[in-house]
Nanobody, 126 residues
Framework: QVRLVESGGGLVQAGGSLTLSCAAS????????MGWFRQAPGKEREYVAT????????AYPDSVKGRFTISRDNAKNTIDLQMRSLKSEDTAVYYC???????????????????WGQGTQVTVSS
């Protein structure tokens, strides 16, 4: 059974930084695309970063590009999301998710991700 556990959320002032972590178990971690998503109240869940199985390829939407960095440690079965220059619009519940096996294409849609963590709240005060 796949288990994903996020940590590191909290309250931060606008312009500040925060790093989220996700610990995975119950899967052959180094085979799969992993991703971070977020969902704000009243909005759909959106992707903020995805990473290939080896970590060599990453993708971000324009809204966070240059501010967020996703990384993974396949020896520890973890992924991180470093967030800088945070804005009030980054406020959301952030989720770690397991995508399909990586065969050369990164996926961004939540529908392509099968296992999810419980989420961690990030609140950016302006």
């Amino acid at each position: 059974q796949v288990r994903l556990v996020e940590s590191g959320g909290g309250l931060v002032q606008a312009g500040g930084s925060l790093t989220l972590s996700c610990a995975a178990s119950g899967l052959t971690f180094n085979r799969y695309i992993m991703g971070w998503f977020r969902q704000a109240p009243g909005k759909e869940r959106e992707y903020v970063a995805t990473i290939s199985s080896t970590g060599s390829t990453t993708a971000y939407p324009d809204s966070v590009k240059g501010r967020f960095t996703i990384s993974r440690d396949n020896a520890k079965n973890t992924i991180d999301l470093q967030m800088r220059s945070l804005k009030s619009e980054d406020t959301a519940v952030y989720y770690c998710a397991r995508g399909p096996r990586y065969v050369g294409t990164l996926f961004h849609s939540p529908q392509n991700f099968d296992d999810w963590g419980q989420g961690t709240q990030v609140t950016v005060s302006s």
